[in-house]
């Protein structure tokens, strides 16, 4: 059943559902459970685990949040700063007087996050880490843990010349990618000598984020993820963050292309940054609790930018990996685009397959937010499978979305992104999800301006404010990245 509502009804009826749901949530138990005299307080559950490291003569890489305090009229400057400068002058003032209290030559900044109330910080002894306890403007501390990569001919499938039909291809909008970097001399990218050059390179920006390797892309992965966003949305601009150290990512490298993103977006209009990869442990419910991607996921949807994540490659069926399971965060499952016969993963086995069949590793929960084409997807040259590529589609569908109603919110362009004609049950749990129908989408261009919210089933739009609402409850999983049918 489907029902249409205008944007006042729909505010209501979200302030009555979060109004129903319990104020309070159970933590589940987590690998700092085993220090049961850890200080009380969000994540300071970790500081023991901290401590015992830096007893040992090893270094602790943390990541911490600040509260966000005026400091500015302790400010000897004499300047009052514009309006639009005046967060980012707290944000570096607060921070600077934090570390001002620790011990000089017994910590090493990592990552000082402009955009965020956070830095990341190398740890060298324990009296450095009990400073940052003890310090009333430090509200949590984050292990630096790595992640994974989340490693198909599926335009079709999706509806894509649908937008193409109707003029939308992403024009003036822009996508990051947060992942191994991307190779834009490869033709996909439009035979590019450097970032924007020629006018046909359809890369603008390359950044490097990790400690530079020397390569534009030393995994291939990231160049294969922009290409499927990029094949989705043709005209959008590809913005490629290499995050990628050495052979994993860290969750604080992750944290400064996040970071990257919101201090440029009104640069590129960047409409969605796209992360396919993730922890090795996963959630069964949104994961709001101990997680340090909160902070920059709410900022980058409070500048405009939808952040898109793929669930995983664990065979999970009631459990998603982090980034994914965010609140905020559009969590992406896999299906097949095709019958390609059976196909032995690492991690399960689809004996038969069939077109809009969810794949047996494709990590799943009741929060998911879309499937997409994520097997065997060929792009740049490379065909690669996982929820790494079904990701993408989503990312260069909002695209396609941000370039036909730029004067829509980002709310409501999500609403669109999740509206279908195709619903998905995932044998496994019998969990429906939506898979990503840009024709559905996009709809009739000429309501761009329209101040009625699209069309939304029932279900959908109960497990769209539900899906966000909640603190996970972690499952050990061993994530696994796939290239084709083969474990890497």
């Known amino acids: 059943m489907f029902f249409q509502i205008n944007k006042n009804t729909f505010a209501l009826m979200l302030v009555a559902i979060f109004l129903s749901v319990p104020a309070t949530a159970k933590f589940e138990p987590s690998e700092f459970e085993r220090y049961p005299d850890a200080k009380i307080g969000l994540n300071r559950k970790a500081a ?35 309006a639009q400068n005046l967060r980012f002058t707290q944000l570096r003032d607060f921070k600077q007087r934090a570390n001002n209290k620790l011990p000089a030559g017994e910590y090493h900044l990592v990552h000082e996050y402009d955009q965020l109330p956070m830095q990341a910080i190398q740890l060298k002894t324990t009296i450095t880490l009990t400073q940052l306890l003890s310090d009333p403007d430090v509200i949590a501390i984050y292990n630096d843990e790595p992640l994974v990569l989340h490693l198909a001919e599926s335009l079709p499938l999706i509806n894509q010349q649908f ?7 992403g024009q003036g909008t822009s996508v990051a990618i947060l992942d191994t970097g991307a190779d834009y001399t490869n033709a996909a990218f439009g035979g590019c000598t450097s970032p924007g050059v020629p006018a046909s390179c359809r890369v603008s920006a390359a950044v490097e ?16 993820v922009a290409a499927i966003a990029l094949g989705v949305a043709p005209a959008t601009k590809i913005i490629a963050l290499d995050i990628m150290n050495g052979t994993n990512i860290s969750t604080s490298d992750a944290i400064a ?24 442990t996963t959630y069964s419910s949104p994961c709001s609790s101990f997680n340090p991607f909160s902070t920059p996921v709410n900022n980058a949807k409070a500048a405009g930018i939808s952040v898109i994540a793929s669930s995983g490659n664990n065979a999970n069926s009631n459990g998603i990996a982090s980034p994914a399971c965010t609140p905020g965060v559009l969590a992406i499952g896999a299906v097949y685009d095709s019958n390609v016969g059976g196909l032995n993963w690492s991690v399960c086995t689809d004996s038969t397959t069939k077109s809009d069949q969810v794949g047996c590793f494709s990590n799943s929960a009741a929060y998911l937010f879309l499937l997409a084409p994520g097997v065997m997807i060929t792009a740049a040259g490379a065909t690669l499978s996982g929820t790494s590529q079904a990701a993408p589609h989503v990312t260069g569908a909002m695209a396609l979305l941000k370039s036909a109603y730029p004067n829509l919110s980002l709310a409501e362009l999500e609403i669109r992104l999740h509206k279908s004609d195709t ?16 024709r559905a989408a996009v709809g009739t261009i000429a309501v761009s301006n329209s101040d009625e919210i699209p069309t939304l089933p029932a279900w959908a739009l109960v497990l769209s404010i539900l899906g966000f609402i909640g603190i996970g409850a972690r499952v050990g999983a061993r994530s696994t990245a796939f290239n084709e049918n083969k474990t890497y």
């Open 48 to 82: 023991p685990y901290f401590l015992d490291k830096l007893k040992n003569v090893e270094v602790a890489n943390i990541i911490v949040l600040y509260r966000e305090t005026n400091t500015l009229q302790n400010s000897n400057s004499g300047a009052v700063p514009s």
């Open 163 to 169: 937008a193409l039909n109707e003029g939308v291809t």
């Open 209 to 224: 984020i990790s400690p530079n390797d020397g390569a534009l892309d030393s995994n291939g992965h990231g160049t294969n």
């Open 257 to 280: 292309g996040i970071n990257w993103v919101i201090a440029n977006h009104a640069t590129y209009n960047i409409a969605a940054l796209n992360m396919s990869f993730g922890s090795s």
């Open 423 to 438: 619903l998905i049950t995932d044998s496994r749990n019998n969990v429906t999800t939506p898979r990503l129908d840009i």
